[in-house]
């Protein structure tokens, strides 16, 4: 069974920057569809960042453009989300994720998600 485990997480301030790592218990960073999803407080799930195998398409939601990178390293079995300019609105839990049958969609759409991390809670003060 494939585990996902978040870190990184933390409060800063408005402004301010954080990287998240995630480290995969097997080999699927660089094999399948791997992303970022978030929940905030009394909301949905929300994809936020996502990366195909081969790094041939990566997917940001618009309000992220800009401020997020995603990136992985391939031989360490990592995926990291670096997150500058953070804003109030971007505090949430924070999940890695991946999708598991490779070939088929990969984007922000949370729900494709079915992997999932603990999650890692990040929280942005005005």
């Known amino acids: 069974q494939v585990q996902l485990v978040e870190s990184g997480g933390g409060s800063v301030q408005a402004g301010g920057s954080l990287r998240l790592s995630c480290v995969a218990s097997?080999?699927?960073?660089?094999?399948?569809?791997m992303g970022w999803i978030r929940q905030a407080p009394g909301e949905e799930l929300e994809g936020v960042a996502a990366m195909s195998p081969g790094d041939s398409d990566i997917y940001y939601i618009e309000s992220v453009k800009g401020r997020f990178t995603i990136s992985r390293d391939n031989d360490k079995n990592i995926l990291y989300l670096q997150m500058n300019s953070l804003k109030p609105e971007d505090t949430a839990v924070y999940y890695c994720a991946a999708i598991s049958a490779s070939g088929t969609y990969c984007g922000t759409l949370a729900p494709f998600f079915e992997l999932r991390g603990q999650g890692t809670q990040v929280t942005v003060s005005s």
């Open positions: 097997k080999d699927i960073v660089s094999a399948l569809c």
